[in-house]
């Protein structure tokens, strides 16, 4: 039988991750390609609390001073703090330089991506490759806490294919090495994104794990994070694509997890709105020309579930010109207020 949601929650809206104390039990979980600093502001119009993260940053590539490259993942604001800088790579002593520098930057905390499954990551031995060194892995989180003065963090997934869970062993053996906290995406590399996210093969880990212990994967909904919380035994969520299309998703989970009240979700109206919102400050942070192709992988959730969807979808991508696509959306208004 299920604990009353209130009972369930009381007591991790706050969660302390070494010397920072994060004010919400639901972060956002890193995305690369998309948790860039436009998402993240839009996120905390909602929620002033929750923990925002950046997109990876590979170590190698800031060790190569390219700014054209890596300026923009890097972009923030103050108001986003608390705010972790996630970096990936497979080597300690580069991992570690990395770190210093966006401890340097304003880093609250550094994470350190061993959960990525993408080939061309894992390929070169880092993401979710870790997990089958985890010597290395061990190696890099204690190259990385020398380094810097500010909580560190990692993030993995089950293990790399279902015949190699290893997440438990991993999860200690990470605890060990300096890891202030965790956050586990409940599949393994091998299923990649597909699949259905299993939050209770973690819910042992909580029982050896002293640190905080996010849980992630599947959580796109209030009722999907309430369920996650009570399969997996975590201190908290960390919300990834759920927030794709609702950059208020993370304010109304911790709303249910403070009252046991669901708010309602954005009108189409407020959508809208939001995606506006969007697409200016990313043209704001790339120029009219990049950040016009660089939103087309928004629009599908911003207007999901509408009547005629997929012929509006199609005339947005296709669409390169700023006031032209807020003509389409302002007939979609136009059409659904009828």
């Avoid at 979710?128 to 380094?147: F, H, R, W």
């Amino acid at each position: 039988m299920n604990q009353n949601p209130q009972q369930k929650s009381e007591g991790i809206h706050k969660i302390r991750i070494g010397n920072v104390e994060v004010k919400s039990c639901v972060a956002l979980a890193p995305m690369a390609g998309i948790t860039d600093m436009p998402l993240r502001q839009l996120i905390r119009k909602f929620s002033s609390d929750c923990l925002l993260t950046t997109e990876m940053i590979s170590s190698e590539m800031l060790m190569q001073n390219r700014p054209d490259e890596h300026e923009k993942i890097m972009a923030y604001c103050k108001n986003e703090y608390p705010l972790a800088f996630q970096i990936s790579g497979h080597k300690p002593f580069m991992m570690a330089k990395a770190a210093k520098i966006l401890a340097d930057k304003g880093a609250s905390i550094i994470d350190i991506n061993m959960g990525c499954p993408v080939k061309k990551v894992v390929s070169g031995g880092d993401g979710s490759a870790l997990m089958k060194t985890p010597q290395i892995a061990s190696d890099i989180v204690k190259a990385v806490k020398d380094a810097v003065d500010i909580p560190v963090t990692v993030k993995f997934r089950l293990g790399y294919t279902a015949a190699e869970q290893n997440f438990f062993e991993f999860a200690k053996l990470m605890e060990e090495s300096g890891a202030d906290a965790m956050t586990i995406h409940c599949r393994t590399r091998a299923q990649m994104y597909s699949g259905t996210a299993d939050w209770k093969a973690i819910s042992t880990v909580k029982k050896e794990i002293n640190v905080p212990v996010f849980a992630n994967g599947d959580v796109t909904t209030v009722e999907t994070a309430k369920k996650c919380i009570e399969e997996s035994n975590c201190d908290g969520v960390a919300i990834a694509r759920g927030v794709l299309g609702q950059p208020d998703l993370i304010h109304r989970v911790e709303h249910y997890f403070k009252t046991g009240e669901i708010l309602e979700q954005p009108s189409l109206l407020e959508k809208i709105g939001l995606l506006k919102e969007h697409i200016q400050a990313e043209i704001e942070l790339r120029g009219e020309k990049v950040a016009m192709q660089f939103v087309r992988k928004f629009y599908p959730y911003y207007i999901r579930g509408i009547r005629d969807a997929a012929v509006y979808r199609g005339a947005l991508v296709q669409e390169e010109s700023f006031p032209k696509v807020m003509k389409i959306l302002d007939t979609i208004l136009d059409k659904e207020s009828k």
